[in-house]
């Protein structure tokens, strides 16, 4: 939907019912001290929105009983819907008793997961309640450079430096140049031009271009509330 609060990936795990509720939340707690991303706060004022690392997140992992399995969609269902971006944590957990199974159901936003992602954080969790239920010390993978630190460091490097000026240089190349055409059919000459830039700077098939094209002349004709050559430069 069109929430931004609510653009969730989730995932249902089954637990052993020996292991305590406490050994859960301090194995996602290792997570966090491990993965930064998954400290991630959005403050929203507006139009604008500013993303932060929290040096620690309150989590508390939430538990219900249901009397059913058949109550889990339900039930993660309305967990889903309590997440927010600009408060609390972007990981959210719930444990689920049932009579039969226990179940831990993790409910994370999109904005700091993705799906290689979660197969690292589900390796992580796995090993932490491995060794919980063993007796054992935890080890995790050592911590590799932070999301902050590495966008600090893009800030002074100067690996981009090739890139800015090829597009500086591919700016100026197409300055000026435009699909002159504003009726249909489409010329012979519109569509050479469209075929030749298309996957250059627009990185797109340029069937795709010339159909964008032609329905802004159409707009263009019907309406009359936009001009295609300001849309469409090349």
Same mark, same amino acid.
């Given at each position: 939907? %069109? @929430?931004?609060?609510?653009?969730?990936?989730? *995932?249902?795990?089954?637990?052993?019912?020996?292991?305590? /509720?406490?050994?859960?939340?301090?194995?996602?707690?290792?997570?966090?001290?491990?993965?930064?991303?998954?400290?991630?706060? =959005?403050?929203?004022?507006?139009?604008?929105?500013?993303?932060?690392?929290?040096?620690?997140?309150?989590?508390?992992?939430?538990?219900?009983?249901?009397?059913?399995?058949?109550?889990?969609?339900?039930?993660?269902?309305?967990?889903? /819907?309590?997440? #927010?971006? @600009?408060?609390?944590?972007?990981? #959210?957990?719930?444990?689920?008793?049932? %009579?039969?199974?226990? =179940?831990? =159901?993790?409910?994370?936003?999109? !904005?700091?997961? @993705?799906?290689?992602?979660? #197969?690292?954080?589900?390796? @992580? *969790?796995?090993?932490?309640? +491995?060794?919980?239920?063993?007796? /054992?010390?935890?080890?995790?993978?050592?911590?590799?450079? %932070?999301?902050?630190?590495?966008?600090?460091?893009?800030?002074?490097?100067?690996?981009?430096?090739?890139?800015?000026?090829?597009?500086?240089? %591919?700016?100026?190349?197409?300055?000026?140049?435009?699909?002159?055409?504003?009726?249909?059919?489409?010329?012979?000459?519109?569509?050479?031009?469209?075929? +030749?830039?298309?996957?250059?700077?627009?990185?797109?098939?340029?069937?795709? !271009?010339? +159909?964008? =094209?032609?329905?802004?002349?159409?707009?263009?004709?019907?309406?009359?509330?936009?001009?295609?050559?300001?849309? +469409?430069?090349?």
């Amino acid at each position: 939907g %069109s @929430d931004l609060h609510h653009f969730n990936q989730d *995932l249902l795990l089954e637990i052993p019912s020996t292991l305590e /509720k406490s050994k859960i939340t301090e194995a996602i707690g290792l997570l966090f001290s491990l993965h930064d991303m998954l400290r991630t706060l =959005y403050r929203i004022d507006g139009k604008k929105v500013t993303q932060s690392i929290q040096n620690q997140v309150n989590f508390a992992l939430e538990e219900v009983s249901i009397e059913s399995e058949s109550e889990i969609g339900v039930t993660t269902t309305a967990f889903n /819907k309590m997440m #927010r971006i @600009d408060s609390g944590s972007l990981l #959210r957990g719930l444990l689920i008793k049932t %009579s039969r199974q226990n =179940y831990l =159901y993790l409910n994370i936003h999109h !904005l700091v997961i @993705d799906g290689f992602s979660w #197969r690292i954080i589900i390796e @992580d *969790l796995q090993n932490c309640l +491995l060794a919980f239920q063993l007796n /054992k010390k935890v080890v995790l993978p050592r911590k590799s450079i %932070s999301f902050k630190q590495w966008t600090e460091t893009l800030k002074i490097t100067d690996i981009f430096n090739n890139e800015i000026n090829f597009w500086k240089s %591919s700016l100026q190349e197409i300055s000026g140049q435009w699909v002159t055409n504003s009726k249909l059919p489409l010329q012979i000459s519109d569509i050479k031009l469209l075929i +030749l830039k298309s996957m250059i700077f627009y990185c797109m098939p340029w069937q795709k !271009l010339c +159909l964008v =094209y032609m329905a802004m002349i159409i707009a263009k004709s019907i309406w009359k509330v936009m001009d295609a050559k300001v849309f +469409l430069k090349i």
